[in-house]
């Protein structure tokens, strides 16, 4: 009976022990779930597709001049982003840690709007940027 009593007591204290991340695992779980399905099932076909190509292929595929053009589109763009981004970016920095006005909150909270609005509205936007129609490519 004492060696029962021992065990629960063990089971119990582990049970109700407190950890400093409550919730550790279930998030740990989800983010790498998350990774899997996201990230590395998409990446793993395109390695399973090119492991049938021979290297030639992949370079003639690589270099095409639709996949150039492609690269060059992202780069572009990108880099005009990045420097739109930073030269507003420095001034309205600049703005609300020098000047004290009316709706420096709102702005505020519109500076940080970018870094929670994707996570939300991607799921609600594929549907739409990504039809059903669309040609495969």
Do not use: H
């Not at 095409?64 to 763009?77: E, H, M, Q």
């Not at 840690?97 to 991607?122: H, K």
């Amino acid at each position: 009976m004492e060696v029962c009593l021992r065990g629960n007591r063990s089971l119990m204290s582990r049970l109700s022990r407190r950890t400093a991340l409550p919730g550790f695992g279930l998030s740990l779980g989800f983010s790498l779930t998350f990774l899997a399905l996201v990230v590395l099932i998409p990446l793993s076909t395109v390695l399973v597709k090119s492991a049938g190509m021979g290297f030639g292929q992949i370079v003639n595929l690589v270099t095409s001049p639709r996949a150039l053009a492609a690269y060059a589109l992202t780069f572009g763009a990108s880099f005009t982003a990045a420097l739109v981004d930073t030269a507003f970016g420095v001034i309205v920095a600049w703005v609300l840690v020098r000047y004290r006005f009316p709706g420096r909150g709102f702005l505020d909270a519109l500076v940080d709007l970018p870094f929670a609005v994707p996570t939300a509205v991607r799921p609600q936007a594929a549907p739409i940027t990504n039809p059903p129609s669309a040609p495969a490519t």
